[in-house]
């Protein structure tokens, strides 16, 4: 059996092995806090790797609600589908670019929830697969060998690299059968597989020149994978001496971010040959293909040098091979190990997780706000982060889990004050120098009803000029409330109340909109003057609050009465006469005009005139007192009956008037008016007054003689003044004193009369009238004193009242 076949079969054994070692590892793992799990690289994307629900024994009908999330900060290889609670891959893994040469490649992430908050870790080894060929960095290897050289003698081969690891990786080489060179196996102690050309059988320059083999690297995988490279000799004269390194392993410590063309490490080797024998040059015997396009070697001095960015986040440590070769081709092998130093250039990134926005103004303090994740890649001191505020804000952060910070309120909050808050997280690490990074939060509040509507004023106060028109304008309210939206939005409405027992929405409307308040109806400022009612101003929040005010509305008067005239009553009525003395002299006071109005201020003042006058100089009426005066003495030549057309106007705009007249006899007896007649009712009498008087006419004619003796005398005896009232009109007590009184020693009449009148219904037809007087002296006294004789009076009466007629 040939060297080849025994390396396959080993190499199919150890796969078979390391299938079974891979069926237990992707087996239900015990559930705990740490979760391990084992993948092979490449698998499909959604490939499910387990189930961290059923691993982690939670229920997966809670890993929506507690927003499970996996948190990996850099690497989002896999997901978890919070459905099922499967661990799936979410992106294609190459196991080679993301862990290079290192044996064992393990992902770690953290499976977070919330609500309450719980971190787990997940580890994920990634198994290697055969994706990769094994491959020569020079697919032409160059020897020169003295036909001197004896048999037996190893020429060391260039190693070949397989990216993947364990028995993926180069497990063996093979060579082309020929006649002078055969291969030989052996473990570096790194462990690695690497080859030396034997020579079998002495070489004979003048026979072959020239020998090109076909070396064949081969790995451990199913399928299996292999790379060639060309070995070309070149037959020379002898060299019995190869290059030997000072030390066979180099370590060397390089800062990350170094600049490009820092010296990593110069190596040397000495060789003992002379000439081009022992003319050494360096070369990289095994290096990865990432840490190739970092570093660079002097092919004369053996100085490595930095050729690429340096990041200690990528990769911590570099293992590179180093060949020294004569001049014939003899060479040697060193190590080179490479750590990389942490350099504090990273600053902390800053996550939010979870985040209330916006956040209910009325929440009480400690209320959770936001969870802040904060990452930093770099190592040590350069990895520990504080985080604090920057702003004064009614907030504070407090450390949670590991790298987990919860935004916490320590205040209440009030949107009508602060609407928005920008909350600024700094996260500082403890590098030196340190580094920081900024996450600026907004933070909106959201409106909660908590003012009511407020008014402007307490109280309003409204004017409406009366007689206004139905719907007309009062006035208005105004409410703010700072609340929003719906919660500040304000409806206005009356308030149920009534007014002189009538609800008070007979009388006003508030438009519920803008607060505009309108009459419903038309006011008379005689009936009402003055009325309050109160206006609820609510806003549409949930529950709704409200406030109220009160609106007193007062009724302006307008001139919309005229002046009624009390004393002496309308023309249409009844017809007033009174007596003036005939010595009455000037300034007195003859009678006197009253009259009111039901307006008021300045459309009730009233002013009295004289419009018409039977003797215009003899007569004057008080402006605003409504007295009538005699403007001089009374004289003979006067006439006896004097007519006044009294005009009483009030002050409004514009003015309203009313008139009467005023009927004045200058006498100091009846007897000495002879027309009086004519000063009475113009209209007819009734047929009962016809047939009394021919009746009394026939009774009285035996004692006509008699009456006109008695009349004589009593008209001779007793020469006073007498009124006589046609009809019966008797002057309100309320407007006019029974007694008239001298005016600054002016007197009126020399004796104060008051009279009674009793007559029937319909005093404008009545034929009897009962006249009173309280003054003794009078015949119509005397006459009602004497018991014996009543009808005395009723035939006087008769008799005056035919007289006049």
Same mark, same amino acid.
């Given at each position: 059996?040939?060297?080849?076949?025994?390396?396959?079969?080993?190499?199919?054994?150890?796969?078979?092995?390391?299938?079974?070692?891979?069926?237990?590892?992707?087996?239900? =793992?015990?559930?705990?806090?740490?979760?391990?799990?084992?993948?092979?690289?490449?698998?499909?994307?959604?490939?499910?790797?387990?189930?961290?629900?059923?691993?982690?024994?939670?229920?997966?009908?809670?890993?929506? %609600?507690?927003?499970?999330?996996?948190?990996?900060?850099?690497?989002?290889?896999?997901?978890?589908?919070?459905?099922?609670?499967?661990?799936?891959?979410?992106?294609?893994?190459?196991?080679?670019?993301?862990?290079?040469? *290192?044996?064992?490649?393990?992902?770690?992430?953290?499976?977070?929830?919330?609500?309450?908050?719980?971190?787990?870790?997940?580890?994920?080894?990634?198994?290697?697969?055969?994706?990769?060929?094994?491959?020569?960095?020079?697919?032409?290897?160059?020897?020169?060998?003295?036909?001197?050289?004896?048999?037996?003698?190893?020429?060391?081969?260039?190693?070949?690299?397989?990216?993947?690891?364990?028995?993926?990786?180069?497990?063996?080489?093979?060579?082309?059968?020929?006649?002078? !060179?055969?291969?030989?196996?052996?473990?570096?102690?790194?462990?690695?597989?690497?080859?030396?050309?034997?020579?079998?059988?002495?070489?004979?320059?003048?026979?072959?020149?020239?020998?090109?083999?076909?070396?064949?690297?081969?790995?451990?995988?199913?399928?299996?994978?292999?790379?060639?490279?060309?070995?070309?000799?070149?037959?020379?004269?002898?060299?019995?001496?190869?290059?030997?390194?000072?030390?066979?392993?180099?370590?060397?410590?390089?800062?990350?971010?170094?600049?490009?063309?820092?010296?990593?490490?110069?190596?040397?080797?000495?060789?003992?040959?002379?000439?081009?024998?022992?003319?050494?040059?360096?070369?990289?015997?095994?290096?990865?293909?990432?840490?190739?396009?970092?570093?660079?070697?002097?092919?004369?001095?053996?100085?490595? &040098?930095?050729?690429?960015?340096?990041?200690?986040?990528?990769?911590?440590?570099?293992?590179?091979?180093?060949?020294?070769?004569?001049?014939?081709?003899?060479?040697?092998?060193?190590?080179?190990?490479?750590?990389?130093?942490?350099?504090?250039?990273?600053?902390?990134?800053?996550?939010?997780?979870?985040?209330?926005?916006?956040?209910?103004?009325?929440?009480?303090?400690?209320?959770?706000?936001?969870?802040?994740?904060?990452?930093?890649?770099?190592?040590?001191?350069?990895?520990?982060?504080?985080?604090?505020?920057?702003?004064?804000?009614?907030?504070?952060?407090?450390?949670?889990?590991?790298?987990? !910070?919860?935004?916490?309120?320590?205040?209440?909050?009030?949107?009508?004050?602060?609407?928005?808050?920008?909350?600024?997280?700094?996260?500082?690490?403890?590098?030196? =120098?340190?580094?920081? &990074?900024?996450?600026?939060?907004?933070?909106?509040?959201?409106?909660?009803?908590?003012?009511?509507?407020?008014?402007?004023?307490?109280?309003?106060?409204?004017?409406?000029?009366?007689?206004?028109?139905?719907? &007309?304008?009062?006035?208005?309210?105004?409410?703010?409330?700072?609340?929003? *939206?719906?919660?500040?939005?304000?409806?206005?409405?009356?308030?149920? &109340?009534?007014?002189?027992? /009538?609800?008070?929405?007979?009388?006003?409307?508030?438009?519920?909109?803008? %607060?505009?308040?309108?009459?419903?109806?038309?006011?008379?400022?005689?009936?009402?003057?003055?009325?309050?009612?109160?206006?609820?101003?609510?806003?549409? %929040?949930?529950?709704?609050?409200?406030?109220?005010?009160?609106?007193?509305?007062?009724?302006?008067?307008?001139?919309?009465?005229?002046?009624? /005239?009390?004393?002496?009553?309308?023309?249409?009525?009844?017809?007033?006469?009174?007596?003036?003395?005939?010595?009455?002299?000037?300034?007195?006071?003859?009678?006197?005009?009253?009259?009111?109005?039901?307006?008021?201020?300045?459309?009730?003042?009233?002013?009295?005139?004289?419009?018409?006058?039977?003797?215009?100089?003899?007569?004057?009426?008080?402006?605003?007192?409504?007295?009538?005066?005699?403007?001089?003495? /009374?004289?003979?030549?006067?006439?006896?009956?004097?007519?006044?057309?009294?005009?009483?106007?009030?002050?409004?705009?514009?003015?309203?008037?009313?008139?009467?007249?005023?009927?004045?006899?200058?006498?100091?007896?009846?007897?000495?008016?002879?027309?009086?007649?004519?000063?009475?009712?113009?209209?007819?009498?009734?047929?009962?007054?016809?047939?009394?008087?021919?009746?009394?006419?026939?009774?009285?004619?035996?004692?006509?003689?008699?009456?006109?003796?008695?009349?004589?005398? *009593? !008209?001779?005896?007793?020469?006073?003044?007498?009124?006589?009232?046609?009809?019966?009109?008797?002057?309100?007590?309320?407007?006019?004193?029974?007694?008239?009184?001298?005016?600054?020693?002016?007197?009126?009449?020399?004796?104060?009369?008051?009279?009674?009148?009793?007559?029937?219904? %319909?005093?404008?037809?009545?034929?009897?009238?009962?006249?009173?007087?309280?003054?003794?002296?009078?015949?119509?006294?005397?006459?009602?004193?004497?018991?014996?004789?009543?009808?005395?009076?009723?035939?006087?009466?008769?008799?005056?009242?035919?007289?006049?007629?």
């Amino acid at each position: 059996m040939s060297l080849k076949s025994s390396y396959v079969k080993f190499g199919q054994f150890l796969h078979l092995l390391r299938v079974v070692f891979f069926v237990l590892l992707i087996s239900p =793992p015990i559930v705990s806090e740490d979760l391990s799990y084992t993948v092979q690289e490449e698998m499909k994307q959604r490939y499910v790797i387990g189930n961290v629900a059923k691993d982690l024994g939670l229920d997966v009908l809670k890993l929506t %609600g507690r927003k499970a999330r996996i948190d990996d900060s850099s690497k989002g290889f896999v997901d978890v589908h919070f459905n099922t609670g499967d661990l799936i891959i979410a992106e294609i893994i190459d196991r080679e670019k993301l862990c290079g040469s *290192r044996q064992n490649c393990i992902l770690n992430y953290e499976l977070v929830l919330e609500n309450p908050l719980e971190l787990h870790r997940i580890s994920l080894q990634i198994d290697d697969i055969n994706d990769n060929a094994p491959t020569f960095l020079n697919k032409r290897i160059a020897f020169e060998i003295q036909e001197s050289a004896i048999k037996g003698q190893h020429f060391v081969l260039d190693e070949a690299h397989d990216s993947d690891v364990g028995v993926n990786g180069v497990i063996g080489y093979s060579l082309q059968i020929n006649n002078h !060179f055969s291969l030989s196996v052996h473990d570096n102690k790194n462990g690695r597989k690497y080859a030396e050309l034997v020579l079998e059988r002495e070489l004979d320059r003048e026979q072959q020149k020239d020998i090109d083999l076909i070396l064949t690297a081969f790995d451990g995988g199913i399928p299996q994978r292999s790379g060639t490279a060309v070995i070309h000799i070149s037959v020379l004269d002898a060299n019995d001496n190869v290059p030997v390194f000072g030390q066979p392993v180099y370590r060397v410590v390089l800062v990350e971010n170094a600049p490009l063309g820092t010296e990593v490490v110069t190596v040397n080797a000495y060789d003992a040959d002379e000439g081009a024998n022992g003319a050494v040059t360096y070369e990289f015997s095994h290096i990865s293909h990432s840490a190739a396009l970092l570093f660079t070697i002097e092919k004369l001095t053996g100085q490595i &040098s930095v050729n690429g960015d340096i990041d200690y986040e990528d990769e911590k440590y570099y293992e590179i091979g180093i060949r020294a070769k004569d001049g014939s081709g003899l060479a040697s092998t060193a190590t080179i190990i490479i750590n990389v130093s942490d350099v504090n250039d990273n600053a902390p990134n800053i996550n939010i997780k979870a985040l209330n926005n916006p956040l209910p103004e009325n929440v009480i303090a400690g209320t959770e706000v936001a969870i802040i994740n904060v990452q930093d890649k770099d190592s040590g001191d350069n990895r520990q982060v504080q985080c604090s505020i920057q702003e004064n804000v009614p907030f504070k952060l407090n450390k949670s889990i590991k790298n987990y !910070f919860t935004l916490l309120t320590t205040g209440i909050l009030d949107r009508e004050k602060e609407t928005n808050y920008n909350i600024t997280i700094v996260a500082t690490d403890r590098g030196t =120098p340190p580094l920081s &990074s900024f996450m600026t939060i907004n933070l909106t509040v959201s409106d909660v009803n908590d003012n009511s509507p407020s008014f402007v004023q307490q109280f309003f106060t409204a004017y409406v000029t009366e007689n206004n028109k139905p719907g &007309s304008l009062i006035g208005s309210v105004t409410a703010t409330d700072p609340d929003w *939206r719906q919660n500040g939005t304000v409806m206005y409405s009356l308030v149920p &109340s009534e007014v002189n027992s /009538i609800p008070v929405a007979s009388f006003v409307s508030v438009n519920a909109d803008t %607060g505009v308040i309108h009459a419903v109806r038309s006011f008379d400022y005689e009936k009402i003057r003055n009325f309050k009612f109160q206006v609820l101003a609510r806003d549409n %929040g949930s529950p709704p609050l409200s406030s109220n005010t009160t609106v007193s509305v007062f009724i302006t008067d307008e001139n919309d009465n005229s002046p009624q /005239i009390l004393y002496p009553a309308p023309e249409e009525k009844s017809l007033m006469t009174e007596m003036v003395p005939k010595a009455a002299l000037s300034s007195s006071l003859v009678s006197k005009v009253i009259a009111v109005d039901a307006d008021s201020g300045q459309n009730a003042w009233l002013s009295y005139q004289i419009v018409k006058s039977t003797d215009p100089g003899l007569f004057s009426i008080g402006l605003h007192s409504g007295e009538i005066r005699a403007l001089r003495d /009374i004289s003979e030549p006067d006439s006896v009956k004097q007519n006044l057309v009294i005009s009483v106007k009030d002050n409004g705009q514009p003015p309203l008037s009313a008139t009467c007249a005023v009927y004045l006899l200058i006498s100091d007896n009846l007897a000495d008016v002879p027309e009086l007649k004519d000063m009475t009712y113009e209209e007819s009498n009734s047929n009962l007054t016809f047939y009394l008087i021919v009746a009394l006419v026939s009774v009285s004619t035996f004692f006509l003689t008699f009456i006109i003796l008695i009349v004589a005398v *009593r !008209f001779c005896h007793g020469r006073k003044p007498r009124l006589l009232f046609d009809g019966a009109v008797a002057i309100p007590s309320a407007y006019l004193s029974p007694n008239y009184a001298e005016v600054e020693g002016a007197g009126t009449l020399r004796s104060s009369y008051n009279y009674d009148g009793y007559l029937t219904t %319909g005093s404008r037809t009545s034929d009897f009238k009962f006249i009173t007087s309280y003054n003794d002296n009078t015949l119509t006294a005397s006459l009602k004193k004497s018991p014996d004789k009543p009808h005395m009076v009723s035939l006087l009466d008769s008799f005056n009242t035919l007289e006049v007629r």
